[in-house]
């Protein structure tokens, strides 16, 4: 592990894996760098040096409030800065979203790979006090309701799933993370539909969804596809379930910058 610093002064944890061109890799919720070594090893036996991180707030990385989506995309700017070297970028689900706002914002990337991101589009987006509720239970102590809240609101499970995994060892590994749904929350509120900038961005850019997952992400990958002038609409058996396989997306990133 090695930290770099933002540029409001938050330490990012930062691992890598192998040896080459670098791919940066960015979690959704309720990740860290550690959910992502399988993909790390799979990027690093394709030839590339795979480049994870704990997002802020999770992890071994810091936190600087107030947040802000911009501070993030800052953060992935500095990782990116860091391999020393142009960087491919793939994101899953909010990394997505956020792999695709820091490239707006000018940070150089040489090709985004952009999983599921969970654009609503200004359709069925959670109820406007939504973050300020998961904003209180996690003021108040109450790590396991803004967990249970974000998955219930946030992500879309029904109740007895939540209750099944309210029961299960996982869950515990998620109340550590319970701040950070609130940046999620806040990342996808602010940017549920793309900016014009986001849709203008010069790098090339390859969408990617699982022939199996849920409708909205199916949507939304299609929405964007047609928005984002030159992208690359790949749908992926291989994913299910807004699961990326690793395997998989190793392959066509290969296939795509070597």
């Known amino acids: 592990m090695r930290q770099v610093t933002?540029?409001?002064?938050?330490?990012?944890?930062?691992?890598?894996?192998?040896?080459?061109?670098?791919?940066?890799?960015?979690?959704?919720?309720?990740?860290?760098?550690?959910?992502?070594e399988g993909l790390a090893h799979a990027l690093a036996e394709g030839g590339f040096r795979a480049v994870t991180y704990d997002r802020r707030a999770r992890g071994e990385s810091g936190d600087t409030p107030p947040f802000t989506p911009q501070r993030e995309a800052e953060d992935l700017a500095a990782v990116i800065a860091s391999t020393g070297a142009e960087s491919a970028v793939l994101g899953h689900s909010s990394g997505a979203v956020l792999a695709l706002f820091a490239a707006s914002l000018g940070t150089p990337v040489r090709h985004?790979?952009?999983?599921?991101?969970?654009?609503?589009?200004?359709?069925?987006?959670?109820?406007?006090?939504?973050?300020?509720?998961?904003?209180?239970?996690?003021?108040?102590?109450?790590?396991?309701?803004?967990?249970?809240?974000?998955?219930?609101?946030?992500?879309?499970?029904?109740d007895d799933v939540i209750a099944q995994i309210r029961q299960s060892p996982l869950f515990e590994t998620l109340l550590p993370l319970a701040r950070s749904t609130v940046y999620d929350a806040t990342l996808t509120r602010d940017l549920s539909t793309p900016t014009p900038d986001m849709l203008a961005i010069p790098a090339p850019v390859t969408i990617l969804?699982?022939?199996?997952?849920?409708?909205?992400?199916?949507?939304?990958?299609?929405?964007?596809?047609?928005?984002?002038?030159?992208?690359?609409?790949?749908?992926?058996?291989?994913?299910?379930?807004?699961?990326?396989?690793?395997?998989?997306?190793?392959?066509?990133?290969?296939?795509?910058?070597t």
């Open 6 to 36: 933002s540029a409001d002064g938050t330490p990012i944890a930062v691992f890598e894996t192998g040896a080459g061109d670098p791919v940066v890799i960015v979690n959704g919720a309720f990740s860290t760098a550690h959910d992502a």
């Open 209 to 257: 969804c699982g022939e199996l997952t849920f409708p909205m992400l199916s949507a939304a990958a299609e929405r964007l596809a047609s928005e984002l002038a030159g992208a690359e609409l790949l749908v992926m058996p291989e994913s299910v379930m807004h699961r990326l396989d690793a395997t998989a997306a190793a392959r066509v990133v290969s296939e795509r910058l």
């Open 112 to 158: 985004l790979f952009l999983s599921e991101p969970p654009f609503h589009f200004g359709e069925g987006d959670p109820a406007p006090d939504f973050v300020d509720r998961l904003q209180a239970a996690v003021d108040e102590g109450r790590a396991a309701d803004a967990v249970m809240l974000f998955q219930r609101e946030g992500v879309g499970l029904p």
